[in-house]
Structures are given as structure tokens and as C-alpha cells.
């Protein structure tokens, strides 16, 4: 993204979570700035790669990008680090002993929770961290709030020599409010001073290190109790009193406006004796947390009396028409009226996008038989929904390789004939695909695995990686050779093939003759995302009506430009019932991918006749 001037001081933006934060972290002197892609936290970095003064990059993994933060912030200057909440998983490994080594220049780690599993395949708490790796968490409620606990967390961050953890959700990441920003003050870099005992964590030199992080959760501790971000609102309606935090605070506020409301913006370590006090005022006390009952578990421990999970649920967000029917409930009114269900409305599952070059991949795996297909995390995991359903088995990033080589040394009498293919993307192979190839082959797998390189982070946004030639400025940068890249993970040069994944017939017979011989092959798909500039569109597709026969299997193909019009159903000479579906391509949809025409059986499918006029597809 190109570089912007920053909007002046004291200017009102219309900012969303996400935005909010990248503007604080420029306001406040930030110099690294390193994250991997992951919804709902990319575009923290998007925004903060157009802000000056700030070195910003796209990491191979969460992993690297907060060791990059940490070796800014070491150096003594201020540097962040955002990821997803299932990113954490990947980069805990620093996490876990930069708890012990501390920082010098502030170091502020955004971890977004998809409440609700929006685009996640689990629902994981990121408060945890906090108590794990004995860190502060700051949990702000909307995007104003988002701005000013980066800013005060920087500053916390210094005071504390530690990192702040700010735990954010989808509801706070995409949604936007208008936020009252300042300006940025430079910050410069004290410089990396050699100090062995602290920088160097040996078994000798960690051990040295918990005394100290022990006491410095008791001043943490302190501090919770009397921070500014942990605030009382003494409402008349003493009848429940409720503890929350983030965006469950605004649902309890709209809930009951009447109500004492403790709110937590500085959640760990949580102020104990602040809540007990606020706890004696009230007749009942509710803690509303997403999602996990942490802060309940700890009040219960302290012998504060307090519900929670055993009247709200755990997964999902705690929104009024969760709030309101439960706390009615537990004063025996009437469920209260005018909470409305929520909406039904016309199921639209995912599907990939039209021309997209993994449509051809997984049109193909669907026509062979006896596979088990383990996937990955990404836009192809798509392959395991209609009409393909041509995946088996999806767990982590990375994980499509290690469990394919589960799956082949794992296999019973059952499964002894049936072959192994692993399908993985170009950014999750680099990402932590790699060490699984490596072990795959050094251990010997049968596995035939598909590396679909289409040049970009696809699911979130078509960002940058190692293997598209550009930088997250869009600069020029090295780019990856996936074929020399697997050779030198010991796959055998023979078993090694790029294929155009629209070419059906190549991509049919390479995978059908790879799965048969034993050990690891990789088949390179090499055709770029058709949402990023490296795709080129060709003349569209048309389907002429009086040759189609309703054979389908242009619908097979799964192009959302391609639309069934009508169904028919027929007896065949061998008395079986089939059903014919007939078709039309949206025309002004269609890229030429041509994907649809290999396998049309009657060649009713043609080029389309951009000359005349354009006829509104009905469905």
C-alpha cells in the first residue's frame, strides 16, 4: 500500500478497531511493526504499512513477526505486533521466555479473538496468555478506546519493562466508531546494551529470572487495583451488579442501563479487592466474559460470590438477546418482549471466487476415487464444501502435511489401498508446511501432496508473502522458487511437477500418475489469485442453449458464474432416474478461465458475443 500523510491532531475519523490501533501505534512513536495475516487482525498492519517513520513487514509466521518486535524493543525502541487469536498458539514459544527477559522500548502485542467464529476453526480465549505467560492485558470495548489503550499501553509497557498484551474481538476489530486522534511523538532508540543474564535465557539464567517476574506480578497486581482503566458505574438497580469487560461491557450497558457495572480495561491481573468491594454493594453479581469463564473461575477462588457460566453461554458473543432473557431468569420475571430471534435469512455458503485456480484442483480430486485428502487452512479449505467435497481432514496451519503422514503410517487393513494426498496453500507451505514436507520425506511418506501457489495470501486479502515477488509496500522482493524449495526438502527432482491448474486433462493425469508411486511428490499449481494484478482476464463464456444438454458438469466445475436454470429429471434406458441441469454463465462475471468448457460433453459452452445486448440472468 502507497504511503498517506497521517490525518492532522484532534481530527474526528470514522475509524474501525483495526484502524484505530494503527493510528495509535503511529501516534506513539512506534518504529517495528511485524505481523503474519490473519482475520480479524489484518488490516492493523495494512493501515500502519501506509503510515511514515514506521518499518512494517509481513512475517513468514506469528512466530517471526514477534521475534522481530522483540528484537526492535530489545534494541529499545517501541515496536508491535498484531495476530490473530490462533496466531498466539504459533508464536507462544517466544512469548513464553520474553515473560521472563522483559523489554526496554515498549512492546505491545494486539491478539484479536473471532467471538462468534467468524472465519476461525476454534473460538480460543487470548485472555489466557495473560495468565500463562504472567503478562497485563488491556481490553478495550470499541475503537476509542482501541486508540487510547494503545497509547496507554506503550507507556505501561516502558513503566513495567514488560510486554502489554491488548486483547481485541471481531466486534471491536471491524466494526467502526468516530475516534478523536493526536499526533505522533517520536520515540528514540536507547540501542541494545549487552546484558548476557538477561537477554541470554540459559536454564542457569531463566531460573534467575521467575523471582523476578513473580514480583513483578504483585506490583501488577497493585497497579490493577487502582488503574483508571478499571472503572465503577454505581447504577440504582442494585438488584445485579456485573463485572465485564471489552465489547460485553457495551452489551451489558445496553442491556440494562440502570444496572452497577464494573468494567474491566485492565483485566490481568484482576483488581480482587476492588470487585469484592463492588461485589458487597450489589445483591447478586453476574460476570459477563467472552468466552471463557476466567474471571468467574478467579472471583470464585477469592470467595466472591458470583455467577456467570451458569446462566450465559460459553461460545458466542453475549449480546442483549443473550443478556437480557437469562438475567430475567435468574430473578424470576417474564422473558422481557421485543427481543427479536435472529434473523433467518437465504443460506449463501462460501464458495471460492469465479476462475479461481483452485476450482480445476478440487474438480479433479472429486473425479478420483479411493483418496483421503488431508487440507489446510486457507481459501481451498473451501474444497471440502459443495460440489466437491474433496476434503477430509483440516486442523491447524501447517497440519495438512504431518497428518497425511499420519494417515499413510497410521493406515489399517482398510485403508491400505487408498492413497494419500495433502493439499496445501503457497503462504501456509511457507508459513509451517515446510518442516512438515521436510519431515515427510525424511521419514519416508507415500503422500502426493498439491502446493497450490496462487501468489497471495488469499484468505485475507491477497496480501504478500515470500512467494510473490513483492514486499507488503508492493516493492520488488525476492521471490520464492516452491519447485527448487521442495528439491532441496529432499523431494526427488522426478516427482517434482508445476502444472497450470486450468489445464484439466495435464492436472487430471499428473495427480492420477503421482498418486500411484510410492514416496513423496509434489505437484505445483502455479496460476495466480484472480483478485490480484498478477491475474489476467480473458474473453468470457457463454452457454448456447439449444446444445446444452443438462449434463452438469460445467455445474461440477463449482463457478459461481455458473447458474442452473432449470431442472429436469429423466429415466434412462437403464431405468435409472437422472437429473438434467440446465445452464446459463453469467456473462459479465465470467474471466475466461475456461475451466467450464473442458468438460462440456455437447461444446455448448463458447466464447461469448460481446456485441450483443446483455441479457439479465434470473435465479
Known sequence: MAAVMPAPSQSRLLLSGNEAVARAVWEAGV????????????????????????????????????????????????????????????????????????????????????????????EQDSRYW??????????????????????????????????VILRMTTRINHVKALVTVGERVAHAAAGFKKEPARWVMTPSGAGK?????????KVLRTEAETSPLNLIDNGKDKRVGFVASGPAWMHVRESFPDAPVLKLGFSCPIPLEKIRAFAATVEKLVVVEEVEPLVESELKAAGIACLGKEILPRQGELAPNVLKPAIAKL?????????????QVFPRPPTMCVACPHLGVYYTLAQI??????????????????????????????????????????????DKDKRIVAVIGDSTFLHMGMQGLLDMVYNGGNVTVLLLDNRAVGMTGGQSNPGTGRDIHGAQAPRVDFA??????????????????????????????????????????????????????Q????????????????????????H??????????????????????????????SLCVQPCAPDAIVHADLTKPMRLVRH
Open 539 to 562: 474473453k468470457p463464456y457463454e452457454v448456447i442453449d439449444d446444445k446444452c444438454t443438462g449434463c452438469g458438469n460445467c455445474v461440477d466445475v463449482g463457478c459461481p458464474a455458473i
Open 369 to 414: 476415487k479411493n483418496i483421503t485428502i488431508s487440507g489446510d487452512i486457507g481459501c481451498y479449505t473451501l474444497g471440502a464444501g459443495h460440489p466437491w467435497n474433496a476434503l477430509d481432514t483440516t486442523i491447524s496451519m501447517g497440519a495438512s502435511m504431518g497428518i497425511a503422514l499420519g494417515l499413510d503410517k497410521g493406515r489399517g487393513e482398510s
Open 31 to 122: 518504529r517495528v511493526a511485524a505481523a503474519y495475516p490473519g482475520t480479524p487482525s489484518t488490516e492493523m498492519l495494512e493501515v500502519i504499512s501506509t503510515y511514515p517513520d514506521i518499518y512494517s513487514e509481513w512475517s513468514v509466521n506469528e512466530k517471526v513477526s514477534l521475534e522481530v518486535a522483540i528484537g526492535a524493543a530489545f534494541a529499545g525502541s517501541r515496536s508491535f505486533c498484531c495476530m490473530k487469536h490462533v496466531g498466539m498458539n504459533v508464536a507462544s514459544d517466544a512469548l513464553m521466555t520474553l515473560t521472563l527477559t522483559g523489554v526496554v522500548g515498549g512492546l505491545v502485542i494486539a491478539i484479536a479473538d473471532d467471538v462468534g467464529l467468524s472465519s476461525s476453526q476454534n
Open 331 to 343: 430473578l424470576g420475571e417474564p422473558a422481557p418482549e421485543g427481543i427479536a430471534a435472529p434473523a
Open 484 to 537: 527448487k524449495l521442495v528439491e532441496s526438502l529432499g523431494v526427488k527432482k522426478e516427482r517434482i511437477h508445476v502444472v497450470d491448474p486450468y489445464q484439466l486433462p495435464v492436472l487430471f493425469k499428473t495427480i492420477r500418475d503421482e498418486i500411484k508411486i510410492p514416496s513423496v511428490s509434489v505437484i505445483i499449481t502455479d496460476q495466480p489469485c484472480v483478485l490480484v494484478d498478477d491475474y489476467k482476464k
Open 564 to 593: 442452473v436454470t432449470r431442472r429436469e429429471k429423466v429415466i434412462k434406458p437403464s431405468g435409472k432416474e437422472v437429473e438434467l441441469q440446465f445452464v446459463k454463465i453469467e456473462t459479465t462475471a465470467c474471466t475466461g478461465c
Open 130 to 163: 495473560g495468565r500463562f505467560a504472567h503478562l497485563p492485558i488491556f481490553e478495550p470495548a470499541d475503537s476509542q478506546e482501541a486508540y487510547a489503550m494503545t497509547k496507554d499501553a506503550f507507556d505501561f509497557s516502558e513503566k513495567f519493562q514488560v510486554p
Open 209 to 217: 529470572r521467575i523471582p523476578m517476574m513473580f514480583e513483578r506480578d
